[in-house]
């Protein structure tokens, strides 16, 4: 099996800012794996907050033996952007080797469409207002937030888009003392949910705390292992392929944190239609489904994926599984 790394650039469609800094192009690595007739790819999305960069995981990649299965793969490397370019990239090898759909391979029902969040960058609330009246018509707008001065932007974005459900992500940049103010309000403006409040370690501040609105698990959760940390402190746990370290830790994390009574959202890393084809059948049923990455790009793979007032579809086999 020949391994295959190569170092990808979207630009986006606008600058794009959360609580850590802005970006205005998305740095992602695909990994073709060829074996004969049939090649695989997948997509991952380095990230500098889990001491990940397109150098350490191309070097991760790269070391990798010549031959290994999926199962084997799980030990080779950790959780993580690496291991998830790989692991997908063998779900769709396998799934041109065999005919089949990865769906069908994972034992899974045929995925629909899911509505998806649309994300509205860090700015003032001016300029998030009138970002948010360009979107009113999306049903679901998630705004990132993390700063001491957020309660304004949140008004803003609600006067913005007065009928669209709206979920907060504060990017582990509010304080306890922050977070407690915020949330009687977060619900007075009928906010579904708020993802990771505070720093993934000093949460155990959420251990006893009113939580009017559902608080979900973001940097706080990677995989099965992060679960008995979650406890008490969270109502959701938000799943990113980039995090669990590919589909099919990520299919097994879900089932896992379902048993254990928690809801399901899955994310996405700002990357594109590739590195989110293996995510929606993982949103399939999913209370939040956050996999806009390819919305905010300006450009985009071939056979890219569609979205429509359905939603976000399953992928079309010509760019993955």
Not at 33 to 40: E, I, N, P, T, V
Not at 57 to 76: D, Y
Not at 203 to 230: I, K, N, Q
Request: aromatic share 4%; hydrophobic share 40%.
């Amino acid at each position: 099996m020949d391994i295959s790394v190569h170092y990808d650039t979207f630009q986006l469609a606008e600058v794009f800012t959360i609580s850590r800094g802005s970006r205005t192009e998305a740095e992602v690595i695909t990994v073709t794996l060829r074996d004969g007739d049939h090649a695989g790819h997948g997509e991952c999305v380095p990230y500098a907050r889990y001491g990940e960069s397109r150098g350490s995981v191309k070097a991760q990649i790269k070391g990798l033996p010549a031959t290994f299965t999926r199962a084997e793969l799980q030990s080779l490397l950790p959780a993580g952007a690496a291991r998830n370019a790989v692991d997908c990239a063998l779900w769709d090898l396998e799934a041109k080797r065999s005919g089949q759909r990865v769906w069908q391979l994972a034992g899974l029902p045929e995925p629909g469409p899911e509505i998806t969040a649309f994300t509205l960058s860090l700015d003032t609330p001016a300029e998030m207002k009138a970002s948010a009246a360009r979107h009113k018509h999306r049903p679901l707008l998630k705004i990132k937030l993390g700063t001491p001065d957020d309660m304004p932007r949140l008004e803003a974005v609600r006067s913005g888009a007065p009928k669209s459900r709206i979920i907060v992500d504060a990017n582990e940049g509010w304080s306890a003392e922050v977070y407690a103010d915020l949330a009687p309000h977060l619900l007075r403006l009928g906010v579904d949910l708020v993802e990771q409040p505070l720093p993934a370690g000093a949460d155990d501040a959420l251990l006893g705390m009113d939580r009017p609105v559902p608080v979900c698990a973001d940097e706080s959760c990677h995989d099965r292992a992060s679960l008995p940390g979650l406890k008490g402190k969270y109502d959701v746990v938000n799943i990113k392929l980039d995090k669990t370290g590919g589909l099919t830790e990520a299919l097994a994390l879900r089932d896992a944190a379902r048993t254990e009574g928690y809801r399901v959202m899955v994310g996405c890393m700002v990357g594109s239609s590739l590195a989110m084809a293996p995510a929606t059948l993982v949103a399939q049923g999913a209370l939040i489904t956050d996999l806009d990455g390819p919305l905010l790009l300006g450009e985009d793979r071939m056979y890219p994926l569609a979205y429509d007032e359905r939603g976000v579809h399953p992928s079309d086999p010509a760019l993955w599984g």
